[in-house]
């Protein structure tokens, strides 16, 4: 099960930081990763960590702006937003792939085995 928070409304530039809090004692061996589905369209790739934390991919719009990270020993995983501009507005989704593969494919939504529930972030401009 996967419990995301964090969103909210804040103003272009501003910064907000998601969390993703898993259940499961296996959490370390999972893939972990955020995805964004605006009004009308179609669920979309953010970031991805890979399940030590030592290698991520992101999106190329939010490189440079957000960082997607993990403490294992919490079981949760972050992803900070900075600089959001209001095409970043979205419910963000967070994701689990429990086999632990790590490959190009992880930035597909298919490879993902959990959903949580969403978190809603607007920016006003």
């Known amino acids: 099960q996967l419990q995301a928070s964090g969103g909210g409304l804040v103003q272009a530039g501003g910064s907000l930081r998601l969390s993703c809090a898993a259940s499961?004692?296996?959490?370390?061996?999972?893939?972990m990763a955020w995805f964004c589905q605006a009004l009308g369209r179609e669920r979309e790739f953010v970031s991805t960590i890979r399940w030590s934390g030592g290698s991520a991919y992101y999106a190329d719009s939010v490189k440079g702006r957000f960082t997607i990270s993990r403490d294992n020993a919490k079981n949760t995983v972050y992803l900070q937003m900075n600089s959001l501009k209001p095409e970043d507005t979205a419910v963000y989704y967070c994701?689990?792939?429990?086999?632990?593969?790590?490959?190009?494919?992880?930035?597909?939504?298919?490879?993902?085995?959990?959903w949580g529930q969403g978190t809603l972030v607007t920016v006003s401009s």
């Open positions: 994701a689990a792939e429990t086999s632990g593969r790590w490959s190009p494919h992880v930035r597909a939504a298919r490879e993902y085995d959990y």
């Open positions: 499961g004692r296996t959490f370390s061996r999972y893939v």
